[in-house]
């Protein structure tokens, strides 16, 4: 039988980041296009001190808005996880910032975990303890923006009008990691998640404050969506 497959030239970095045996499973990122890719990650879990998961990335200077829609998450523990960081280096206890999905058959919610120091622990927002539930898979989209020191992760379920799910302050290098962060949260042998992401795109530049209505100290991003992100005055 012809088990072939056609791909491109991957257009990002891609590595396993962990400690020995942790991811005991070798990742792997597949590039279907420039904007579309499967990740398949092992790795016990993005949080803690330290992470153990698959990265595709870039290095990016200054403000940027990435966003990605993620079409599945294989179930491997009710917190597997895929989404979207912004990593200050590549070792395991790095500090970073992630705009999180999880399983819909699993924990099946919305995120935003950071860690703020390195080797340190990883938190949840305090406005969102227990993050935004409701994964529709396939229809779902992520987005991380940072805007000098302020980090927002959105939600989406037609990549077009955007919810926040929170927003973090953190003083970070002009230039960081950002792309696509998988973990199974299962690292025993044979439990590799796969994870689609599709549509994914960078921009530099924020969008212009003409885009924005501000309602009592709130805005909504191309009038879409009230409490889009919080004003900063």
């Known amino acids: 039988a012809d088990t072939s497959v056609t791909g491109i030239s991957l257009p990002m970095q891609a ?11 070798p990742g792997l990122t597949f590039a279907h296009s420039a904007s579309d890719f499967d990740v398949v990650a092992g790795g016990s879990d993005i949080f ?22 993620v079409t599945r998450l294989d179930y491997r523990h009710n917190s597997s996880k895929a989404g979207l960081m912004a990593r200050e280096n590549l070792t395991p206890a790095s500090r970073n910032v992630m705009a999180v999905v999880y399983p819909a058959t699993g924990a099946n919610k919305f995120d935003l975990h950071y860690r703020p ?14 993050g935004a539930p409701g994964v529709p ?27 926040q799910i929170a927003q973090v302050r953190q003083s970070y290098p002009e230039t960081v990691y950002v792309g696509l ?6 690292n025993n042998p044979g439990q ?7 549509n994914y795109r960078v921009t530099a530049t924020a969008l212009p404050t003409a885009a924005l209505s501000v309602v009592d100290g709130w805005a909504s ?13």
């Open 192 to 198: 590799t998640t796969l994870a689609s992401y599709r």
């Open 137 to 163: 898979m396939p229809n779902l989209w992520m987005r991380l923006k940072r805007q000098g020191e302020f980090f927002t992760a959105y939600r989406s379920f037609d990549g077009l009008s955007w919810t």
């Open 48 to 69: 803690g001190a330290r992470d153990a998961f698959h990265f595709t990335f870039e290095p990016r200077s200054g403000d940027f808005d990435v966003q990605a829609q």
């Open 181 to 186: 962060a998988t973990t199974s949260h299962n």
């Open 117 to 130: 120091t390195e080797g340190g622990s990883t938190y949840d927002p305090p406005e969102l303890p227990n």
């Open 221 to 233: 991003e191309f009038g879409s969506d009230t409490g889009a992100f919080k004003v900063m005055l």
């Open 15 to 25: 590595m396993d980041i962990g400690v020995s045996g942790d991811p005991l499973e």
